[in-house]
Structure formats: structure tokens, C-alpha cells
């Protein structure tokens, strides 16, 4: 499908969009880092077990609920300005991490490398819509962030494993101190600034409220997928909720919302949105037993199964640039729904390993369901950038990023605890007599590996294969849940987005603009170019 041409960029442009990857590389890693480095952590800080959990998740949740007010922040005062913000934060809060001295002195610069990562993710989206406006370039820079974004997570465990074999566990933050000071230096030189002419007021309740309402919904769905149900993680999603609700009603009365609830009832957008929410369900929900698979019952050290999980990004080059491709001549909404199905297809792949398939097997089950899910994921974060007006663009890329987050957080839980379900029934049936920390087998089977280390090597061996099968067995069926979504993921893309195009004119791109809001004028500010 051909959508109409805009002014061409050049070499600037493209090295922008370069340096624009930087940041966003190292925001995804960080989601990941302490994987590897969190025992040497704990071993010089002494954390308690709750602390030890904030620090891994603290990152994580100041992320994703701050998503939506920096996204709007950008758009008000300037994108590029609050780029180079979050820039100064996150380098700084990455050498105060390193040099942390205390459990809590970590959760708190972790919170802040949370606020610093919140600022940089919407700008780089909502920034390629102003450096890029043709149609078919600005696909490729969105591609190329899609594959950034998606891979930079596995990145992070192997960046982490290498590190580690050399330096202080402080190594794995200290290393986004020169990334940023590089940003600080080349943004200015490279990127324009980007504001709405409209100097409108910053809801400063607004802001709040979307981050009450993000941060104890995706606390307590993540809390649930670790422990089962427990009255705190349920009464704080109950509050987001509500919260929510009070957010959203807030938005429908402002004469200039935060987030443009309009957008959300467009196809393009909204259908956008909810793809990426389902797809980020399936990956994240899945990547916890892909990565488990090959180090609990295949048996690969932390980095060397790190280094393999690397392997499925192949059919991420493949096809994500093919399906952006093969957009440019067909209805994207078909486009779309292939690569679902094909996600769905790997995904389906998976639930035929067993204890004993070959790695290669594995693997390219993996390769599968991550090529057509990113190619699926692309497409849609080129709608969904496409169809917001150019001054709302961060605030749209806000949006979408915290439906990723949600979906993430989702599919964490559901699919968790589905694997974790038919682990726990099958061990019931598997375990030898009046065994010891019974308990501890039957919940996980990190928890049967530490208790076997302690057993006989006949009983150990015995509960081993018992608990590597019911994992096998449980990573089956959350297969299957990860396929049914990219099902509905493929069929909801059909139904919202057939004839919709990322096609979405400023007044860069024609010299006028049309107001979402009535008595508006947004015309684009272009200022600082250099």
C-alpha cells in the first residue's frame, strides 16, 4: 500500500536516529542487568529478601509510571529538551547505582535511573516522527526502533554475564555514564526541537494521578505472578483501578488532556495499541520459561544460556524489515495479522519440546514466534506514531509504551501462572514418598533443584527429572496461551485496522495543521535547528 511522500531525509537525519538508539538500548538493558549482577549485590550490601526485590523491580515500575507524563512533558516544553533531561538523570543516577553503599541507597538511584529512562523512551519515538516524514523512511526508522527496543532486553543478561567476568558488579551501570555524556554532546548538533506553539498548562494533577493509577496496578499484577494471591497486591490493583478511572474522567474534562482519549477511539491508534499490548503479553509472559528452559533443564550456565536466548533476534532481522517491506504493497492490517500467525506458529513450535529436544529445536521455535511478533509490533508502532498529530506524538508514544508495559506485566502473571499451575499438578503425582521440603519441589523448580542438592544422588536424580519434566510440561500449555493470544492479536488486527495508514500531516510536513480539540491551533515549533 503506497502512502504519499514527504520531504526526504539525509545523512543528519539518519545519524540522529543512531544516536536516538543509544539511549534506548541501554533503557532496555536495564530492565535486565541485575540478573546476573544481583548475588554479588547482594553479597556486598546485605539486602533483606523484600529489599532484594526492589531493587530488582524498582527500575521497572518508576519506568512505566512515569511513561505518560514524560511523553506529555516532551510535548509540552520540548521533546528534545526532556531527552537531554533524562539524559542527565540517568547518567548520573548510573554512577550513583555503581557506587552505591547501602540496599537502600540502590532502590532509591534505581528509582531515579526509572524516572531517567521514563524521559528518554517516549522522546526517541516521538522524535523520529519530526526528523522522518516520509512515509516509507519513517518506517524504516521505527522498524530499526521496534528491533532496539524488543532486543535490547536480551542484551542486558549477556552485557551483564560479560562484565561480571572482569569488574565489580558497579561495572554494569557505570558503563551508561559515557552513553550519555556521548548523547549529551551529539543531541544538540543533530536533533530539532519539537513543541506544540500551543504553551499550554501542565497538569500537574494529571501526573499524578496516572502515576498512582500505573504503579500499584502493575505492582500488584506482578507480586500476584510471584507469590499467588495475597491481599496487598490485590488492594493496590484495586486502587489503580480506581484511580484510573478517576484519571480518565479527569482527561475527558480538561480542555487540554495529558492523553488525547480521542485517539484511543481512532482504529489506527487504539487497534495499534492493543496489538502491542497483546504482543508484549505473549513475549514477556513466555521469555521467562524460554530462558529457564535452557538453563534449568538443559542445563547451560547463566551466561552461556544468556548468549543463546540471543540466538531467536536472527528472525527478528529477517523479518521485521520484510514485513515493513511488504506494508509498502499490502493492506497493513494483513501484513500485520501474518505475523502474528506466524508468532503464533513458533509459539506452537514450543509446546513440542520436551526434556530432551536438541537445542537447534528450541531455538528456532523462539526464532519463529519472535520474528513475527516484532515484524506484527513494528507496523503497529508505525500506525499507532503515524496516526497521532504531530504535536501529541509524545504523549501518543507514552501511551503505547505503557500498554507494553502492561501487556509485560500481564502476561507475566497469566501465562506464569498457568505454567506454574500444571508444574504444581504434575509434581503431585511425581515425587518419591515422604520426601523432604516437599513443599519447595512442588512450587517451582528452582526450588526442587535447591532442595535435590541436599538429597541422595538416586532421590536427587528422580526429583530432578521429575520437576524438569512438569516445567517442560507447564511451559507447554503457557505455549499454548502465548498462541491463542497471537490469534487474537492477528483477528482483533483485521477487524480495527484494515485501510488504515500511518499517515498523520503537521504543519512540518504541509505547513498547516488540524486541531484535535476545538478553539486549538497546534502548529507545529520547530526550534533550535541546527
Given at each position: 500500500?503506497?502512502?504519499?511522500?514527504?520531504?526526504?531525509?539525509?545523512?543528519?537525519?539518519?545519524?540522529?536516529?543512531?544516536?536516538?538508539?543509544?539511549?534506548?538500548?541501554l533503557v532496555?538493558m536495564?530492565v535486565?542487568?541485575?540478573y546476573?549482577a544481583i548475588?554479588?549485590?547482594?553479597?556486598?550490601?546485605?539486602?533483606s529478601?523484600?529489599?532484594?526485590?526492589?531493587?530488582l523491580?524498582?527500575?521497572g515500575?518508576?519506568?512505566?509510571?512515569?511513561?505518560?507524563t514524560m511523553?506529555?512533558?516532551?510535548?509540552?516544553?520540548?521533546?528534545?529538551?526532556?531527552?537531554?533531561?533524562?539524559?542527565?538523570?540517568?547518567?548520573?543516577?548510573?554512577?550513583?547505582?555503581?557506587?552505591?553503599q547501602?540496599?537502600?541507597?540502590?532502590?532509591?538511584?534505581?528509582a531515579?535511573?526509572?524516572?531517567?529512562?521514563?524521559?528518554?523512551?517516549?522522546?526517541?519515538?516521538?522524535?523520529?516522527?519530526n526528523?522522518?516524514?516520509?512515509?516509507?523512511?519513517?518506517?524504516?526508522a521505527?522498524?530499526?526502533?521496534?528491533?532496539?527496543?524488543?532486543t535490547g532486553?536480551?542484551?542486558?543478561?549477556?552485557?551483564?554475564?560479560?562484565?561480571?567476568e572482569?569488574?565489580?558488579?558497579?561495572?554494569?551501570?557505570?558503563?551508561?555514564?559515557?552513553?550519555?555524556l556521548l548523547?549529551?554532546?551529539?543531541?544538540?548538533f543533530?536533533?530539532?526541537?519539537?513543541?506544540?506553539?500551543?504553551?499550554?498548562?501542565?497538569?500537574?494533577?494529571?501526573?499524578?494521578?496516572?502515576?498512582?493509577?500505573?504503579?500499584?496496578?502493575?505492582?500488584?499484577i506482578?507480586?500476584?505472578?510471584?507469590?499467588?494471591?495475597?491481599?496487598?497486591?490485590?488492594?493496590?490493583?484495586?486502587?489503580?483501578l480506581?484511580?484510573?478511572?478517576?484519571?480518565?474522567?479527569?482527561?475527558?474534562?480538561l480542555?487540554?488532556?495529558?492523553?488525547?482519549?480521542?485517539?484511543?477511539?481512532?482504529r489506527a491508534?487504539g487497534?495499534?495499541?492493543?496489538a502491542?499490548?497483546?504482543?508484549?503479553?505473549?513475549?514477556?509472559?513466555?521469555?521467562?520459561?524460554?530462558?529457564?528452559?535452557?538453563?534449568?533443564?538443559?542445563?547451560?550456565?547463566?551466561?552461556?544460556a544468556?548468549?543463546?536466548?540471543?540466538?531467536?533476534?536472527?528472525?527478528v532481522a529477517?523479518m521485521?524489515?520484510?514485513?515493513?517491506?511488504?506494508?509498502q504493497?499490502?493492506?497493513?492490517?494483513?501484513v500485520?495479522?501474518?505475523?502474528?500467525?506466524?508468532?503464533?506458529?513458533?509459539?506452537?513450535?514450543?509446546?513440542?519440546?520436551?526434556?530432551?529436544?536438541?537445542?537447534?529445536?528450541?531455538?528456532?521455535?523462539?526464532?519463529?514466534?519472535?520474528?513475527?511478533?516484532?515484524?506484527?509490533?513494528?507496523l503497529?508502532?508505525?500506525?499507532?506514531?503515524?496516526?497521532?498529530?504531530?504535536?501529541?506524538?509524545?504523549?501518543?508514544?507514552?501511551?503505547?509504551?505503557?500498554?507494553?508495559?502492561?501487556?509485560?506485566?500481564?502476561?507475566?502473571?497469566?501465562?506464569?501462572?498457568?505454567?506454574?499451575?500444571?508444574?504444581?499438578?504434575?509434581?503431585?503425582t511425581?515425587?518419591?514418598?515422604?520426601?523432604?521440603?516437599?513443599?519447595?519441589?512442588r512450587?517451582?523448580l528452582?526450588?526442587?533443584?535447591?532442595?535435590?542438592?541436599?538429597?541422595?544422588?538416586?532421590t536427587?536424580?528422580?526429583?530432578?527429572?521429575?520437576?524438569?519434566?512438569?516445567?517442560?510440561?507447564?511451559?507447554?500449555?503457557a505455549?499454548?496461551?502465548?498462541?491463542?493470544?497471537?490469534?487474537?492479536?492477528?483477528?482483533?488486527?483485521?477487524?480495527?485496522?484494515?485501510?488504515?495508514?500511518?499517515?498523520?500531516?503537521?504543519a512540518?510536513?504541509?505547513?498547516?495543521?488540524t486541531?484535535?480539540?476545538?478553539?486549538?491551533?497546534?502548529?507545529?515549533?520547530?526550534?533550535?535547528?541546527?
Amino acid at each position: 500500500m503506497e502512502t504519499n511522500p514527504g520531504p526526504l531525509a539525509g545523512r543528519k537525519e539518519w545519524t540522529a536516529l543512531g544516536v536516538l538508539m543509544l539511549p534506548l538500548l541501554l533503557v532496555s538493558m536495564d530492565v535486565s542487568v541485575l540478573y546476573f549482577a544481583i548475588p554479588y549485590v547482594s553479597e556486598d550490601l546485605t539486602p533483606s529478601a523484600t529489599q532484594q526485590l526492589w531493587i530488582l523491580d524498582m527500575y521497572g515500575f518508576v519506568l512505566a509510571g512515569l511513561l505518560i507524563t514524560m511523553g506529555a512533558l516532551g510535548d509540552r516544553i520540548g521533546r528534545r529538551t526532556v531527552l537531554l533531561a533524562g539524559a542527565v538523570v540517568f547518567g548520573a543516577a548510573s554512577a550513583a547505582a555503581a557506587y552505591a553503599q547501602s540496599a537502600e541507597a540502590l532502590i532509591a538511584v534505581r528509582a531515579l535511573l526509572g524516572l531517567g529512562g521514563a524521559a528518554l523512551m517516549p522522546s526517541t519515538l516521538a522524535l523520529i516522527r519530526n526528523l522522518f516524514h516520509d512515509a516509507r523512511q519513517r518506517a524504516k526508522a521505527v522498524t530499526i526502533w521496534t528491533g532496539v527496543m524488543t532486543t535490547g532486553v536480551s542484551f542486558g543478561p549477556v552485557v551483564s554475564g560479560l562484565l561480571l567476568e572482569h569488574f565489580w558488579w558497579g561495572s554494569v551501570f557505570l558503563i551508561n555514564v559515557p552513553a550519555m555524556l556521548l548523547l549529551l554532546l551529539l543531541v544538540p548538533f543533530l536533533v530539532p526541537e519539537f513543541r506544540s506553539r500551543d504553551r499550554e498548562s501542565f497538569d500537574l494533577l494529571s501526573a499524578v494521578l496516572s502515576l498512582a493509577a500505573l504503579l500499584p496496578v502493575i505492582y500488584g499484577i506482578k507480586e500476584l505472578a510471584r507469590h499467588g494471591y495475597e491481599p496487598l497486591p490485590a488492594l493496590g490493583i484495586s486502587v489503580g483501578l480506581v484511580l484510573g478511572y478517576v484519571f480518565v474522567r479527569r482527561q475527558r474534562r480538561l480542555a487540554h488532556p495529558m492523553v488525547d482519549l480521542t485517539l484511543l477511539r481512532q482504529r489506527a491508534f487504539g487497534g495499534a495499541v492493543s496489538a502491542n499490548l497483546l504482543a508484549m503479553f505473549a513475549t514477556v509472559g513466555m521469555a521467562v520459561f524460554f530462558t529457564q528452559y535452557l538453563q534449568s533443564v538443559l542445563g547451560k550456565g547463566p551466561l552461556e544460556a544468556a548468549l543463546w536466548s540471543l540466538v531467536p533476534a536472527a528472525g527478528v532481522a529477517v523479518m521485521a524489515p520484510t514485513g515493513a517491506a511488504l506494508a509498502q504493497k499490502f493492506d497493513r492490517a494483513y501484513v500485520m495479522c501474518g505475523g502474528f500467525l506466524v508468532s503464533a506458529c513458533g509459539f506452537l513450535w514450543l509446546t513440542q519440546v520436551t526434556t530432551d529436544s536438541a537445542l537447534w529445536f528450541t531455538l528456532t521455535g523462539g526464532a519463529v514466534y519472535a520474528g513475527g511478533l516484532v515484524a506484527a509490533m513494528t507496523l503497529a508502532n508505525e500506525l499507532a506514531l503515524g496516526a497521532a498529530p504531530p504535536e501529541r506524538a509524545g504523549s501518543a508514544a507514552a501511551v503505547l509504551e505503557s500498554g507494553q508495559e502492561l501487556g509485560g506485566a500481564l502476561g507475566m502473571a497469566i501465562l506464569g501462572s498457568i505454567g506454574a499451575a500444571v508444574y504444581s499438578s504434575d509434581m503431585e503425582t511425581s515425587l518419591p514418598p515422604n520426601l523432604p521440603d516437599a513443599d519447595a519441589v512442588r512450587e517451582t523448580l528452582g526450588g526442587a533443584t535447591a532442595v535435590a542438592s541436599h538429597l541422595p544422588e538416586a532421590t536427587a536424580d528422580a526429583v530432578l527429572t521429575a520437576a524438569r519434566e512438569a516445567f517442560t510440561h507447564g511451559m507447554s500449555y503457557a505455549a499454548v496461551g502465548a498462541a491463542v493470544t497471537m490469534a487474537v492479536a492477528g483477528a482483533l488486527s483485521l477487524a480495527l485496522l484494515r485501510g488504515t495508514t500511518p499517515e498523520q500531516k503537521s504543519a512540518e510536513d504541509t505547513g498547516s495543521a488540524t486541531s484535535p480539540h476545538a478553539g486549538t491551533k497546534p502548529t507545529a515549533d520547530v526550534a533550535g535547528r541546527h
